[in-house]
């Protein structure tokens, strides 16, 4: 049981360029969540999808776009990277949305130059 | 405003000691509460889950408290092997909305021989 799996796990990128985050759960989660986690700051939610076929604002959504691709699958993506989106990506899924219980991926660490 | 603090920001300890971690949270209407635990460069995992309800429970080593009335839940760990050295995460749900989850910035506790 794989349960959330993200790729890619390391990423550099040049400002102003594009990259689309994988992730994908195996656990027949309706609910699927994209947070960044900075030092000091937490995890921060960035988009979610409550069910599959939507998607909503988080916390901090500006400069990322997602796409609830079917059940299983939610990527998130940087159309043009900037700096300050260096971070830690987690992708999270639980089985109802606002359920505390997440399972989370084991995240990607992007840096952007 | 619906926050969570955690305290300390990181704690040392050595090996075999008990310690106990804060986390105290204005989020209101109250759903639940969560700790989860994260290793250096993986995603968190699920500790416990406490409700209204609830005052205590444990899982082996950790027991965690909560106190509805003052809006306040500990995470007491006992015995602590090299192996709790992680991030400690508080997260509170809210009992409204599908973007509903709280986190704190997290305790980072180091267990040291």
């Known amino acids: 049981n794989a349960g959330v799996t993200q790729t890619p796990k390391f990423q550099v990128l040049k400002t102003g360029q594009s990259m689309t985050l994988q992730c994908a759960q195996d656990?027949?989660?309706?609910?699927m969540y994209w947070y960044r986690q900075d030092p000091g700051m937490g995890l921060r939610l960035i988009y979610y999808?409550?069910?599959?076929?939507?998607?909503d604002k988080g916390e901090v959504p500006n400069g990322y776009n997602v796409s609830r691709l079917n059940k299983r699958e939610f990527s998130l993506r940087l159309e043009s990277a900037a700096p300050s989106q260096t971070s830690v990506y987690f992708c999270a899924s639980s089985d109802l949305p606002g359920d505390t219980e997440a399972f989370f991926g084991q995240g990607t660490r992007l840096t952007v130059v | 405003k619906n926050q969570v603090e955690q305290s300390p920001q990181s704690l040392i300890i050595l090996e075999g000691k008990n310690c106990t971690l804060q986390?105290?949270?204005?989020?209101?209407?109250?759903?639940?509460l969560r700790w989860y635990k994260q290793d250096t460069g993986r995603g968190p995992v699920s500790l416990t889950i406490?409700?209204?309800?609830?005052n205590t429970k444990s899982n082996g080593r950790y027991t965690a408290t909560l106190d509805a009335d003052t809006k306040q839940s500990s995470l007491h760990i006992t015995a602590s092997q090299l192996s709790d050295s992680a991030s400690y995460i508080c997260?509170?749900?809210?009992?409204?909305?599908?973007?509903?989850?709280?986190f704190g910035t997290g305790t980072r506790l180091t267990v040291i021989p």
């Open positions: 999808s409550a069910s599959e076929g939507t998607t």
């Open positions: 656990m027949n989660h309706n609910s």
């Open positions: 986390c105290n949270y204005t989020v209101s209407p109250f759903s639940n």
């Open positions: 406490m409700t209204f309800s609830e």
């Open positions: 997260v509170v749900s809210a009992k409204t909305g599908a973007n509903n989850l709280f």
